[in-house]
């Protein structure tokens, strides 16, 4: 909706996307709520709505107010409360607690959130970043796996065993997802990255992960913790084995940071996987307790599907082994012992 004025000055609301406001002439921007902004097609949709907006308002020297909530220790708000908060310059940051900005408020209603969550009223009430929420992966560890060079989809060679995980949901709300991978020199090669966003029909998006999966090898493929049985039953009639996690979407997460981080994971450059993957948020309970999952109202279908092709390909026990002929001292009583396989 737009107010248009004397003087062909529009007042505009608008979504925060970087493209759809981009070329405009402007005298001022507000960004509101910036630190909750979520768009399907950006991992930083605040920053790159702020790069979008500088060149419209420095035509005019206009001024730009963004007002928000804290939030995740991330993105605009919080770069600009680091850089400028408390120090000179041609950035004004102003951080309150709701009380003293509009003392209307009833104090029980602050005292109860707090009871409730303290780590969430500090934020909503305070105006404090909040200290329980980081990202999973940081932009580095990402960016090392992707591999720009390669296609989305790698062909099934011979003599590379392969594994399959999918995350099937109910086709009305989220994505069904499959992922496809292989051990190769002590990494984990992302094969395949496939999915299917809603809405779509359940079973027929199984039958084709399932032929997906044969053309690969692969005869089991492994599914998400909250999976329904149906999904089982659904594979079974396809052809395929279903096994579910022993792991739930959290703990897969927890699992595959390892091998991020010592460079052990090669994914596509798929849009996104890579986004959802720089999204996911890390939680820490006041026992101490860390979970993982993706920010309110976001997603994370195929960085689930890819965390769980880690984990049952990184796994101790299934990697191929090498045949070797000769003797090898045992480390108990050091004595040689003949290898047969």
Partial sequence: DE???????????????????????????????CSFWRDETSAAPDIEAYRAILPGLATTGGMLVGISSPYRKVGL??????????????????????MLLNPTIDAAVIARAKESDPEAARAEWDGEFRGDLSSMFDDALIDAAVEHSRPLELPPRNGVKYHAFADISGGRHDASTLAIGHFDEGRFICDVMRGQGAPHDPKAVVGEFAALAKAYGVTEVTGDNYAGEWVATAFRDAGMTYTRSELARSGLYLEALPHFAREAV???????????????????????????DHPQGGTDDYANALAGCIHITMRPGIKPAVAVFGTYCDQQDYGPRQLRR
């Fill in 266 to 292: 090669r994914i596509p450059d798929h849009h996104q996987l890579v986004r959802e993957l720089r999204l996911l948020e890390r939680r820490t309970s006041r026992s101490g307790r860390d979970s993982v």
């Fill in 3 to 33: 107010i248009r004025l004397r003087g062909n000055i529009c007042i505009t609301v608008q979504p925060p996307n970087f493209r759809s406001i981009r070329g405009r002439t402007l005298i001022a921007a507000i960004l509101d709520e």
């Fill in 77 to 98: 708000l919080h770069a600009k409360h680091r850089d400028h908060f408390g120090r000179d310059g041609d950035v004004l940051v102003i951080k309150a607690p709701t």
